[in-house]
């Protein structure tokens, strides 16, 4: 039941986005996506499964997300700015997502349940990034290098400052110097 499926997955994304998963009820996630609450059992085998599940969907959808944007036709230093910037968006609106790129899960989320770790991650996105530049362009060091700038924006994010500015690699006038601060 692939319809079914993507329904409580859903519903269960938008239960965890209103309130901690602890406080999410099966029987409202059934309701929610129009199933019974058999259904659901049946496709996840509980909550633990749809926990897993979730964090599933979570790390497919940006690693496609990856690909969309590594697939854009600009440059090899655009595309890696909008990689860092759209990781460091999608992060920001999506605890899930956040927990899994940066390992800090808390109460609010499914308790960590087996998937790939924040460095698995990291390298997943770093061997797309170089495997979709032209050979030559950039190193899967380089590539890396802007991942993890992009992770460090998603723990310690720096205000306003545009992250595409500081991955030209040269400072926007509206940047302060460290003296300025």
Do not use: I
């Amino acid at each position: 039941m692939p319809l079914a499926r993507e329904s409580l997955l859903e519903a269960a994304g938008a239960a965890l986005a209103a309130r901690p998963w602890p406080v999410v009820r099966m029987v409202e996630v059934a309701a929610a996506a129009g199933v019974s609450r058999q259904t659901l059992y049946n496709e996840f085998g509980g909550k633990d499964g749809l926990g897993r599940a979730l964090v599933r969907r979570e790390t497919d959808r940006y690693l496609a997300g990856v690909d969309r944007v590594l697939g854009a036709e600009e440059g090899a230093r655009e595309r890696m700015a909008e990689l860092a910037d759209w990781t460091v968006r999608t992060a920001r609106a999506h605890p899930l997502l956040r927990a899994l790129l940066t390992g800090c899960w808390d109460a609010r989320l499914p308790l960590l349940v087996p998937g790939p770790r924040p460095e698995e991650l990291t390298r997943a996105v770093r061997d797309r990034a170089a495997a979709a530049l032209a050979p030559g362009e950039w190193s899967p060091y380089r590539c890396e290098l802007v991942v993890r700038l992009a992770l460090s924006y998603v723990v310690a994010p720096a205000g306003d400052s545009p992250m595409g500015d500081l991955l030209g690699l040269g400072l926007s006038a509206s940047n302060r110097t460290a003296g300025d601060r």
